[in-house]
């Protein structure tokens, strides 16, 4: 869009709100909120905040920030009308006060690997698959792990107690020009998905943040609590966030598809999957960022745990769809709706160009139950398991090159500054279970 274009919604669609959003370093969405006089300031970028009250951006002494805003992103908000007055928001870069594109920011880094990549001659698709689950509040409207759904994979009415709340965010994603392609209840109780179509990765990052917003509020409107959380529930399947992705030439075709290769994957296909299997234990910290994110990563529950790669195994790590032609892609399975897509998809994006820079042969692909393979067997496959825990997982992240350069000196140090913190955290907790297990008997 326009700057013109912009200003004649804003008029047409009495929009006399507006939201500033960005995002910070750990992925969770920030917004500043301005009044219709301030506008014509916020699409000029002149509007300021202080940085040092992000968490992982700036120093108190370097805190004057600007949002530059991105007008591709501006969107009026189906659910913000009230007496014919609506809101609006675009998605904004975060610049420092000399004008120069601010390093900490997770879009502006994103931006610079996907130009490091256009270098190479390629741009990337991304379609991300985020479950979720819908959570009754308890009579205090407290947060908690109760539904009264009782419906399992692709189920229907009446068990499904929830597919009103997500048909209405079916129909506020369209309104807001998401393509969806299909919804449906997923494995466990409570647990549900919402496919909406590819797009280039930094518009896929920017789609993915604004569908957990529209998830959550619109969950609110009808008693819910909508949780990304990847493990919200023992003994139940978890949520993840499968990420296909794929490289296009600038010509428009797909860099994956060879006609006459094997598998009619191209040479440049078998090198991506190379790349990301070799750095697929560094960028777990990125990909599944929270401690809860590796009681999902345990056998039994589908999740990926072994990388490994397949044509159709589900087991494995990632996983080639059928579709070819220009839906010829890579699946990586392992990821966790928790994560910061912007992030997550440099860093996938990165370990998949280090494949196809060195040219790596992709190991043999795994067509069997990995879960069903003993010890001996995936050694001699040179299967690999993923971090087991977050610490495991902050320990490969440093030691990848790759993070450093996917990420860039800033965010590459704030976030392990966070995380590691995060998981200090949790190992000096006292749990309940430690409790329940321990008490009555020492």
């Known amino acids: 869009m326009t700057r013109q274009e912009i200003m004649k919604v804003i008029q047409e669609k009495s929009v006399n709100f507006f939201r ?41 002494n370097e805190s004057d920030m600007y949002l530059k805003p991105d007008f591709n992103t501006f969107v009026v908000l189906p659910w913000r009308s009230k007496n014919g007055v609506n809101a ?221 790669w397949s044509a159709s195994n589900r087991s494995a790590m990632i996983r080639i769809p059928a579709s070819r032609g220009l839906g010829t892609r890579t699946e990586v399975r392992c990821p966790d709706p928790a994560c910061n897509p912007y992030l997550a998809l440099a860093m996938m994006l990165g370990s998949g160009l280090d494949g196809v820079k060195n040219k790596l042969a992709a190991p043999a692909s795994i067509n069997v139950d990995i879960f069903k393979m003993t010890p001996e067997e995936k050694e001699a496959s040179g299967i690999d398991s993923l971090p087991a825990n977050l610490q495991e997982a902050i320990d490969a992240f440093k030691e990848n090159p790759i993070a450093r350069e996917a990420l860039g000196e800033h965010i590459y140090n704030k976030y392990i500054e966070g995380k590691e913190k995060e998981w200090d955290s949790y190992r000096t907790a006292v749990t309940d279970w430690e409790v329940k297990t321990y008490m009555k008997n020492y």
């Not at 500033?20 to 920030?30: A, H, N, R, S």
């Not at 919402?194 to 930094?202: E, G, R, S, V």
């Not at 790349?275 to 960022?289: L, Y």
Request: glycine share 8%; charged share 25%; with cysteine.
């Open 20 to 60: 500033l959003q960005f995002v910070d370093i750990f992925g969770f969405m920030k917004n500043v909120a301005i009044p219709l006089s301030q506008i014509e300031k916020a699409l000029d970028g002149q509007m300021m905040f202080d940085g040092s009250s992000i968490d992982g951006f700036v120093r108190i």
């Open 88 to 308: 609006a928001r675009i998605i904004c870069d975060v610049y420092k006060s000399d004008g120069t594109p601010f390093e900490g920011c997770p879009r502006v880094n994103l931006q610079r690997v996907l130009a490091e990549a256009k270098h190479l001659g390629y741009t990337m698709n991304v379609g991300t698959e985020c479950e979720f689950f819908l959570f009754n509040k308890d009579e205090k409207g407290n947060l908690a792990t109760e539904t009264n759904d009782v419906a399992g994979y692709f189920d229907v009415d009446p068990d499904d107690t929830g597919i009103g709340c997500r048909r209405e965010i079916i129909e506020t994603l369209e309104a807001m020009d998401f393509e969806v392609e299909a919804s449906h209840h997923e494995v466990a109780e409570g647990q549900h998905e919402i496919n909406f179509k590819y797009a280039d990765a930094l518009k896929a990052a920017d789609n993915t943040v604004t569908f957990k917003w529209v998830v959550r509020s619109i969950a609110a409107k009808y008693g819910f609590h909508a949780t990304f959380m990847p493990k919200p529930v023992f003994g139940i399947n978890g949520s993840g966030m499968h990420t296909n992705q794929s490289l296009f030439n600038l010509d428009g075709s797909n860099a994956f598809f060879d006609e006459k290769g094997p598998l009619k994957l191209s040479e440049t296909a078998y090198h991506y999957i190379a790349g990301i299997i070799k750095n697929a234990r560094g960028f777990t910290a990125v990909t599944n960022p929270l401690v809860n994110s590796y009681k999902r990563l345990v056998p039994g529950y589908e999740a990926p745990v072994y990388v490994a």
